[in-house]
């Protein structure tokens, strides 16, 4: 059993797990956001917790100048060797609550509940007091989170499976209601080139936060919330909305 991360150990099989995923969706309406809410032209982009690089590749693609942060090495070996990726995006490894960049960008998105993993108040405006350093005035921040119904009725006390050929994964979550959160516990067996079975663990936790904590936490930090919306659809809020997606503003 090695000490690695969990999304270090998820990080071969991390794209079939979120194989239906819709990412050109996303990267539309973050694109249409950018539209609304900035008075400039945007042209270049933090993928905040970018992960495997997906969203990264498609907003690469679409023209804008993309960076990907991210705090798994496995995760960020992946996104770079990208075909879409090649020379179009920056690859940097770094924590979410604490990092910088050499120049300020005109926006910043972070999907698939990557905010969602900051777990105290302290955390979460870390995060986003990062986020309003790295962005230009009138900057874009753009991120989604799940809610406190999804966290109990999709997530809940559920186990997960995938097998593939060379793969086999087991996801268990523990939902924590005083938080309310999940816990993640992953063990992950993939093949090698010698075809032995490598075994790797992981834990990792998720916190549902109100609409009305990150209003506030986005207003200390220097940014005005301008939009809200059920999913990446951009539909109303209600109370079985499972991910709620939000854009705030640089003052």
């Not at 590749?57 to 879409?84: F, K, Q």
């Not at 995006?89 to 990557?114: K, Y």
């Not at 350093?133 to 966290?151: C, E, R």
């Not at 999940?182 to 936060?209: I, K, L, N, S, Y």
């Amino acid at each position: 059993m090695s000490g690695r991360s969990c999304y270090d150990a998820l990080s071969p099989v991390y794209d079939r797990f979120n194989g239906d995923v819709d990412y050109s969706e996303i990267a539309g309406a973050i694109t249409g956001l950018f539209k609304r809410f900035s008075k400039k032209k945007i042209k270049t982009v933090l993928d905040l917790g970018c992960g495997t690089g997906p969203l990264t590749e498609r907003l690469a693609l679409g023209g804008y100048a993309v960076t990907g942060l991210d705090i798994s090495p496995d995760m960020l070996a992946l996104a770079a060797n990208r075909r879409g990726c090649a020379g179009k995006a920056l690859f940097v490894r770094g924590d979410m609550r604490n990092f910088n960049l050499p120049e300020p960008v005109g926006a910043v998105v972070s999907t698939q509940d990557t905010v969602s993993h900051l777990l105290t108040p302290q955390s979460l405006r870390k995060c986003f007091s990062c986020v309003s350093g790295a962005l230009l005035p009138g900057g874009v921040f753009v991120f989604d989170v799940n809610t406190a119904y999804k966290m109990k009725e999709v997530y809940g006390d559920r186990v997960f499976v995938l097998e593939d050929g060379d793969s086999y994964t087991v996801w268990e979550n523990e939902y924590l209601p005083s938080g309310p959160g999940v816990e993640f516990r992953v063990t992950v067996f993939t093949e090698t080139e010698t075809g032995t079975w490598r075994r790797d663990d992981g834990v990792t936790r998720e916190r549902a936060w109100s609409p009305r904590s990150i209003s506030n936490a986005l207003r200390e930090t220097g940014f005005e919330p301008v939009f809200t919306a059920s999913a990446w659809d951009l539909g109303t809020v209600g109370d079985e909305t499972e991910r709620i997606v939000f854009a705030a503003v640089k003052k």
